[in-house]
């Protein structure tokens, strides 16, 4: 049984920073996804087993962050510079065996989300 738990969700001001954390990520590739409301799962970032290869969607690259502490079973998405279309519940995604893939059918586990609002 996998449980992956996230946290650090909130509401903030465009142009804000918040960083989600995830619990219980202990599997090779992992990765972040997030649902807007009425809306299907959009892939936001994905990272390999020793951080050192990361993926990003084009709506998110150079402004949000993906890490990940082994040692702890965390992984982490700093989100920075926030727009009001980065409103969504977040979620991390493991159990991946194809890689750094970023449909959500590839992914086997997830976590429940924690929800992210961003005001203009």
């Known amino acids: 049984q996998v449980t992956l738990i996230e946290s650090g969700g909130g509401s903030v001001q465009a142009g804000d920073s918040l960083r989600l954390s995830c619990a219980g990520a202990e599997h090779t590739f992992l990765g972040w996804f997030r649902q807007a409301l009425g809306k299907e799962h959009e892939f936001v970032a994905a990272?390999?087993?020793?951080?050192?290869?990361?993926r990003y969607s084009d709506s998110v690259k150079g402004r949000f962050t993906v890490s990940r502490d082994n040692a702890k079973n965390m992984m982490y998405l700093q989100m920075n510079y926030l727009k009001p279309q980065d409103t969504a519940v977040y979620h991390c995604a493991a159990g991946n065996s194809m890689g750094l893939t970023t449909a959500p059918r590839d992914y086997r586990y997830w976590g429940q989300g924690t929800q992210v609002t961003v005001s203009s």
């Open positions: 990272i390999n087993w020793s951080g050192g290869t990361t």
